[in-house]
């Protein structure tokens, strides 16, 4: 039983069926959303229907049993998981149902690109008032999260402000708009490495772009962001991306939680419950993806490049389990930082990991890259092409 059907869940049905495992995927919506090309849906650049991929033919594809509900709460030492409409017991659990979002005052005047797929869409009409206005001032960020910081995302927020710049600039008004970037840290952007905040704070002047950084964020207010140091920064329309936090479904379950209140496991994804002493293979339960309390470099970052490499680690240990043969494979040695940061009319190569972090650009020929991948990804798991090994 796989739980949730974002990058991680999806991946982990697709490999677990390769596997030949009968394979049930509970999700509370009935698509697949393709969030890092979602970037686009504000500017106009895609669809929704273009960055979403239905389940049900997933599920004919691939030949997995497909439950739309939500769930309520996981017992695993009963084996069982709760939903809204249904009642499961299985022989495996793979949790893979994301993350919360920290709290803020007055987030409700604030829309995430992170957040429902549908807020897209409400990102899209805030804008395009704006520009059917003339003229405003648009803010930008992310918050972080003092107990985890790989459970931040930053990069969507980078790319939808540029991609909004080019926007406007295409449009012929961007000088009667005023864009900010705000963070309460004093380095965002950092896990990306020295080389990249130096292109960073390049863009942010080629662009007229403003940043407030190093204040922690006080509340949200209908038309601005107040900070901590009473200061205000006023604001026509705020995207803002939260930290996540631990899923409000762990609150009423009973698997073992870090202080942030994301699920513990180890190195082979498998989650070690104090009540086993036997060997884990008795439990029976995996975490990948957002809900996972991923170990290792403060750099770290959950990507959905992670969490899918997470799933093939879990199918792979699930058939050494039930084939009862020694070896394991480990998440750690593959953790890096890997995107592609578009800007609308380029992007940046991004990459980090324990030994090296690169950043340089792509002009042009990086935003069409990207959306090349968008394309690859879709297809690829509709088996419309081939998938490329590693990818």
Known sequence: MILGGGFAGVEAAIMLRKYNFDVTLVSNRDYFYIYPISIWIPTGEKSFNDVSISLKKLQ?????????????????????VYCKNHQFKYEYLVVAIGSDKMKHKGLENTVSICGKPEDSLLIK??????????????????????????????????????????????????????????????KPGSRMGPKALKMMDFYFKKLNIDSFTGKKINRFEKDSIVFEDKSV???DFTMFIPAGTGH?????SDLPLNATGLVNINNY?????????????????????DCAALQGADWRAKQGHIAEIMAKIVAFNINSIEKKKVGRKGYSCHLNIL???????????VYRDDTKAIMFPMPVFGHWLKKSWGWYCKNSKLKNIPRIPGL
């Open 60 to 80: 004919e594809i691939h030949k997995f049993e497909l439950i739309i509900d939500e769930v309520i709460s996981i017992k695993s030492l009963e084996k069982t």
């Open 339 to 349: 995107c592609i940061m578009d800007s609308g009319n380029g992007a940046s190569f």
């Open 233 to 235: 920064l006023k604001s």
């Open 269 to 289: 994804c498998e989650v070690k419950h104090d009540y086993y002493d036997s060997p884990n293979d008795e439990y029976k339960v995996f975490a990948i993806g």
């Open 248 to 252: 409000k479904v762990f609150e009423n």
């Open 125 to 186: 009409e805030k804008i395009d008032e704006l520009i059917k206005k003339g003229s405003g001032s648009i803010s930008m960020g992310f918050g972080g999260n003092p107990k985890d910081a790989s459970n931040v995302r930053g990069g969507p927020a980078y790319e939808l402000l540029f991609n909004i710049h080019n926007k406007l600039k295409k449009l012929g008004i961007r000088d009667k708009f005023k864009l900010n970037f705000f963070a309460p840290m004093k």
